[in-house]
């Protein structure tokens, strides 16, 4: 049995989270059609940016959650970060919440994408 000690085990959970700042990196290889996208969200953050962690997008968007500016600049992010327009995102779960469940749409018909 392998003991990793409580700083090395720490050390092995951040590399394993992938930071995303800006929505500048890439999760295109997550952007299948129909997917559904896990998020945990904070509002009001000192800088927009996504966090992958054990299967849940932890977003931090710098807008108020206020008349749903949020949530606008939650799917803009995450648009960007997948590489496909905001339009093809869907929030499905979470409205109101900092819990959401959001779908990525098929492309509509005539796009190249």
């Known amino acids: 049995m392998l003991r990793i000690g409580a700083r090395c ?7 394993q989270r992938r930071v995303i700042h800006d929505g500048m990196a890439d999760l295109t290889h997550m952007a299948l059609p129909g997917a559904i996208f ?8 000192r800088r927009n940016d ?5 299967g849940v ?6 807008a ?17 970060a997948l590489g496909v327009a905001p339009s093809r995102l869907t929030l499905i779960r979470g409205q109101t919440g ?4 959001v779908r990525l749409d098929q492309p ?4 190249s994408r």
Request: glycine residues 6%.
């Open 98 to 101: 900092r819990d959401k469940l």
């Open 50 to 54: 996504i966090t992958l962690h054990d």
């Open 57 to 62: 997008l932890r977003v931090h968007v710098t």
């Open 38 to 45: 896990t998020l945990r969200v904070t509002p009001g953050a």
């Open 9 to 15: 085990a720490s050390r092995l959970a951040q590399a």
């Open 64 to 80: 108020a959650p206020a008349d749903g500016k949020a949530n606008k600049a939650v799917l803009k992010l995450l648009a960007k």
């Open 108 to 111: 509509a018909s005539g796009s």
